[in-house]
């Protein structure tokens, strides 16, 4: 099973984190901290495996991470995953969202964080590795933001009118036009 | 407009802050905006706030004022409320607090919605969060679910059943029949779903386990479909039709063949097939391979195909690949009792990995050299260990110390 997943850049600051085992919001981030103090004293041509993580769980437990450019991908696992499978499961999922957000960088994930989550959503579930093949994990992301759109575009128009109807600074328009000051100068025709 | 361009629009905001004062303050302002947001009755936005409010738990700030939100986000008839309010359900809630028992009606319906992507949001958040009694209630409908579905919901379904039988164990029985049926499905994703339903179920009851050796011959045939199938694009990595089902599906062959002669014979032929065809060059193969070893290794194997899996190992520990040394040490570590004399032919590559670099092949490297000091070679590797015990990194001396200690002992 998968402990949690997650993503945070050189300087450790969080870019998704995903646990499937309750932790409190403070637990969780000392988590964060104690796993990038970990992940972050390592060279690059180590292997990609570390024990040694206390809080999250003992001696069952593993971390499997990725560095990519500025991003730590890690997996906190216990003995019933695969080692090399959840590896290559970091890197399933790195090209998804290279697919999903076309040449993905550290930008996207920071204000797409939804969206990450919901293409995470297709590959893990509840612990577990739900789908490897790239190819159904877009599509079926495709398909929800699609729905997704699809339904703002309708359903949120009339919301959104009436509001802006609200907001809309229309031009008093005159009730009462005084002609009578109106001084209409009539040109002489001289007569034919 | 895209619907997450106000949580962009904060997201901005927070990033210009140059201190974490600053910082504070723009989530607090942010904060109490959200709050007031949540207070009124009907607003456009509604899901951009409870996604903004995500953004800010997971920079650590409170966020359980929006447990309430996300209960009604989920009530919500409209797709995108739903989807945010059940991700801040799954981020936020947990069984323990009240607000997660209010959700239990909403999953129940959403199980049976007409739309698949509603359903499967129902089958994420119980599979995450799902509380013991929600699963009691619940798993007929799984059980349904995992019989007359689409491959899409049906490979929720199974997950979500390994939840189920996690959080309530007797409800195992219920979903083996259904699981059984699963096998014959042709979508790698149900397939996948369903070993691990099996594996699950197989772990929790010895007699379900008895029941599920039946079904090794359908395992090997499908087994033998992916390894010798040619090359088959929607499925293939590097060269290797669908790894991940084939370390899955190995794993359950490892429980299945456990101690029992019957099943291990069954798939005997198999393991030797995938073992001498799987390409080794790649990471995936070396994955399927690992795991193809560690099963030949659990079962009652021929002697044969035990020599030809520690040889495996045996190539691993060479491997320029540390991952590959790393792995190799540790399923070496786990035949070090039984295979001993097997694991000693190796002694010297795992004296030499002593001296490597990576912390974590220093740490297994200890480990199972400890295991092999024998009374034959206690003089040279009491030297080797010495040697290490030196010059180790801080976090392993004392282990080092004391392990040196008991082996001396011996």
């Known amino acids: 099973m998968i402990k949690s997943i997650l993503i945070f850049n050189n300087h450790g600051k969080p870019r998704l984190i995903r646990f499937y085992q309750y932790f409190a919001e403070d637990m969780q981030q000392q988590i964060i901290r104690e796993t990038f103090h970990l992940v972050s004293k390592r060279d690059d041509n180590v292997c990609n495996f570390l024990e040694g993580g206390s809080l999250i769980g003992g001696s069952d437990h593993k971390l499997i991470y990725r560095h990519y450019a500025t991003l730590y991908f890690v997996f906190c696992v216990d003995s019933s995953e695969s080692e090399l499978g959840i590896l290559d499961l970091i890197q399933v999922f790195v090209e998804t969202l290279d697919k999903c957000f076309e040449n993905v960088c550290e930008l996207d994930l920071i204000f797409h964080m939804d969206k990450v989550h919901y293409i995470l959503q297709e590959v893990v579930m509840g612990g577990m590795v739900l789908e490897t093949n790239m190819n159904d994990i877009v599509a079926q992301v495709e398909l929800q933001t699609r729905m997704e759109k699809s339904e703002g575009g309708l359903s949120a128009a009339p919301a959104r009118a009436v509001s802006a109807v609200k907001n809309m600074n229309l031009p008093e328009i005159p009730r009462n036009i005084n002609i009578g000051d109106i001084n209409i100068k009539v040109p002489s025709l001289s007569p034919f | ?410």
């Not at chain 2, 302002?29 to 800010?56: M, P, T, W």
């Not at chain 2, 009694?133 to 049906?154: F, Q, V, W």
């Not at chain 2, 198999?270 to 193969?285: E, F, H, I, R």
């Not at chain 2, 520690?310 to 040394?325: A, M, Q, T």
């Open chain 2, 1 to 410: 407009m895209s619907p997450s361009v106000p949580l962009q629009e904060m997201i901005r905001a927070i990033r210009s802050a140059r201190t974490q004062c600053e910082e504070r303050g723009v989530i607090q302002r942010e904060c109490a905006a959200i709050r007031a947001q949540f207070r009124q009755a009907d607003n456009g936005g509604r899901s951009h706030n409870l996604a903004k409010l995500l953004y800010v738990h997971m920079l650590g700030y409170p966020a359980h004022f929006g447990q309430m939100e996300c209960v009604r986000m989920i009530a919500s008839p409209r797709y995108s409320e739903k989807r945010v309010g059940y991700l801040g359900a799954m981020m936020l809630l947990d069984e323990k607090q009240d607000a997660s028992l209010l959700i239990t009606n909403s999953i129940k319906n959403d199980l049976s919605h007409s739309n698949q992507y509603v359903q499967s949001l129902a089958l994420c958040t119980l599979a995450c969060m799902g509380s013991a009694e929600m699963c009691r209630d619940l798993a007929p409908e799984i059980d349904r679910l995992l019989r007359a579905s689409n491959s899409y919901i049906k490979k929720k379904a199974a997950l979500c059943a390994v939840h189920i039988v996690r959080k309530v164990h007797e409800l195992g029985e219920l979903f083996a029949p259904a699981a059984r049926t699963l096998l014959t499905e042709k979508n790698h994703g149900v397939l996948h779903g369903a070993v691990v339903l099996i594996i699950e179920l197989c772990e929790r009851n010895p007699e379900t386990l008895e029941r599920f050796r039946k079904t090794v011959p359908d395992l090997v045939q499908i087994m033998k479909g992916l390894v010798l199938s040619g090359y088959s694009p929607e499925h293939d990595v590097a060269g290797i039709s669908d790894p991940f089902l084939q370390v899955r599906i190995l794993r359950l062959l490892r429980i299945l063949g456990h101690n029992n002669e019957g099943a291990s014979d069954a798939m005997n032929d198999l393991l030797a097939q995938v073992a001498t065809n799987t390409d080794s060059t790649k990471t995936v193969g070396n994955a399927v391979l690992y795991e193809t070893v560690l099963t030949v290794l659990d079962i009652k194997s021929e002697s044969g195909l035990r020599v030809l899996a520690v040889n495996i190992l045996g190539r691993f520990l060479l491997n320029n690949d540390r991952n590959i040394r790393y792995i190799a040490m540790t399923s070496l570590q786990k035949i070090v009792g039984t295979d001993h004399n097997a694991v000693q032919r190796h002694r010297g590559t795992i004296v030499d990995c002593l001296k490597d670099q990576d912390a974590s092949v220093k740490r297994r490297a200890l480990e199972l050299s400890l295991a092999l000091v024998s009374a034959t070679n206690v003089r040279s590797m009491m030297k080797e260990l010495l040697i290490f015990l030196s010059s180790c990194p801080q976090e392993l001396k004392s282990h080092a110390a004391s392990g040196i200690f008991n082996a001396a002992e011996r």
